[in-house]
């Protein structure tokens, strides 16, 4: 179950834009921060769900933990909220299409047809050719602004066959690969 632990002073969407800056200019500023594009899943109780997302981040190694941002009225977002675990599956080459179904309006059951998946110790789907996938269980959240940031500590892994990915910069995707050993 995900502890909604609220932070002692957390930020309300109208108190976070500061005066002069428009939420225009910020929201274009970040589309020049680069960013591994990766579709989050869960499965339990509530239902299986996922949604494409570029804000993850690790947060330590010991123990094992990323982060990862959450929309409040995200649909998915009660499915997440009740089951209390997820997977990162980070993008490879070639998973445009797959990140657009994650991204949009397309009903679940179609989201999840469009790819083959399998699980490891939480339950959450695990994208059979992702670059990387981290089961996780959620261990903490806290909220700013609209989102919920999720503290999630990795249980199990999967590396997938391929050193490559796919990032998100300047509203557009770019395949990376790591170069050829010779």
């Given at each position: 179950?995900?502890?909604?632990?609220?932070?002692?002073?957390?930020?309300?969407?109208?108190?976070?834009?500061?005066?002069?800056?428009?939420?225009?200019?910020?929201?274009?500023?970040?589309?020049?921060?680069?960013?591994?594009?990766?579709?989050?899943?869960?499965?339990?109780?509530?239902?299986?769900?996922?949604?494409?997302?570029?804000?993850?981040?690790?947060?330590?190694?010991?123990?094992?933990?990323?982060?990862?941002?959450?929309?409040?009225?995200?649909?998915?977002?009660?499915?997440?909220?009740?089951?209390?675990?997820?997977?990162?599956?980070?993008?490879?080459?070639?998973?445009?299409?797959?990140?657009?179904?994650?991204?949009?309006?397309?009903?679940?059951?179609?989201?999840?047809?469009?790819a083959r998946w399998s699980s490891k110790t939480t339950g959450s789907p695990v994208l059979d050719d992702a670059a990387v996938s981290f089961d996780c269980r959620v261990v903490h959240a806290t909220s700013a602004?609209?989102?919920?940031?999720?503290?999630?500590?990795?249980?199990?892994?999967?590396?997938?066959?391929?050193?490559?990915?796919?990032?998100?910069?300047?509203?557009?995707?770019?395949?990376?690969?790591?170069?050829?050993?010779?």
């Amino acid at each position: 179950m995900l502890h909604n632990a609220m932070a002692s002073n957390p930020v309300s969407p109208s108190a976070s834009i500061p005066p002069g800056l428009q939420k225009a200019d910020y929201r274009n500023a970040m589309a020049r921060l680069g960013a591994a594009v990766n579709i989050i899943t869960t499965d339990g109780p509530a239902g299986r769900a996922g949604f494409t997302a570029s804000a993850v981040c690790s947060v330590t190694d010991e123990p094992p933990t990323l982060l990862v941002c959450l929309n409040r009225s995200a649909s998915v977002y009660p499915a997440f909220k009740a089951n209390g675990v997820l997977c990162v599956n980070v993008l490879a080459a070639g998973h445009q299409s797959l990140s657009a179904l994650f991204g949009g309006r397309t009903p679940m059951d179609e989201r999840f047809a469009a790819a083959r998946w399998s699980s490891k110790t939480t339950g959450s789907p695990v994208l059979d050719d992702a670059a990387v996938s981290f089961d996780c269980r959620v261990v903490h959240a806290t909220s700013a602004g609209t989102h919920d940031v999720l503290f999630c500590e990795a249980v199990s892994i999967a590396i997938g066959g391929a050193a490559q990915g796919l990032i998100y910069f300047d509203r557009q995707y770019h395949e990376i690969a790591a170069p050829q050993q010779h």
